[in-house]
């Protein structure tokens, strides 16, 4: 079946480590993007991809890192300069920048 | 004001009935419009899209885009339990950008 996978489903970070939460889509998108959500805040762009081997920062990128090395594969490390990293991490992806996004089943990240 | 902004509810309707949501956007959200709906814990899930002025059906859904007053709703018939969820509204970024913008959510509570 096609689709997007996040893993794990759940990341313990300890101080000052950084941590990557993996992204992988078999849909054949272009287009491929990192989410943060905090309770009531709804969904706020990190990181966004058109294609590989490039990307673009979002609203809230500080304190975040990406890659696009591979079309399949948008991961995101969560860099110890995110002072507050505890929320659901949602990656979705999309067959051209402008069409509507499917997700994944998200990470939730906490802090130990 | 915020680019995409929706009350936070909770609303409550009886089984059955008709839920209105509604979404206002600013100048810098374009003119395509989508509705997520996402339960407790899981991702979201696109309901609907809509790009040009008037309404959508879908079932049970209909989608209204009104860009004269820069509003968008989601309408529910025959709401059931299972619609209970937050609905997120988001709209793309105009200008040039790929990036989708979203509220902060409706929480739908439907009540026996």
């Known amino acids: 079946d096609g689709g997007i996978t996040q893993s794990p489903k759940y990341l313990f970070r300890k101080e000052g480590q950084n941590v990557t939460l993996s992204c992988e889509q078999n849909?054949?998108?272009?287009?491929m993007y990192w989410y943060r959500q905090d309770p009531g805040q709804g969904l706020r762009l990190i990181y966004y991809?058109?294609?590989?081997?490039?990307?673009q920062k979002g609203d809230i990128a500080e304190g975040y890192s990406v890659s696009r090395e591979k079309k399949e594969s948008f991961p995101l490390t969560v860099t110890s300069a995110q002072k507050n990293p505890t929320a659901f991490y949602l990656c979705a992806s999309s067959s051209r920048t402008r069409e509507k996004l499917f997700f994944g089943s998200g990470t939730q990240l906490s802090v130990l | 004001q915020k680019e995409v902004e929706q009350n936070s509810g909770p609303l409550s309707v009886p089984e059955g009935a008709i839920a209105s949501l509604n979404c206002t956007y600013s100048?810098?959200?374009?003119?395509?419009f989508f509705w997520y709906r996402q339960y407790s814990g899981k991702s979201p899930e696109l309901i609907m899209s809509i790009y040009s002025n008037g309404d959508k059906e879908d079932g049970r859904f209909t989608a209204q885009l009104n860009k004269a007053s820069q509003y968008v709703s989601l309408l529910i018939r025959d709401s059931q339990p299972s619609d209970s969820a937050t609905y997120l509204c988001a709209g793309l970024q105009g200008g040039g950008g790929n990036k989708l913008t979203f509220g902060t959510g409706t929480q739908l509570k439907v009540e026996l």
């Open positions: 991809s058109q294609i590989v081997n490039d990307f």
């Open positions: 100048d810098r959200v374009s003119q395509s």
């Open positions: 849909l054949n998108h272009d287009a």
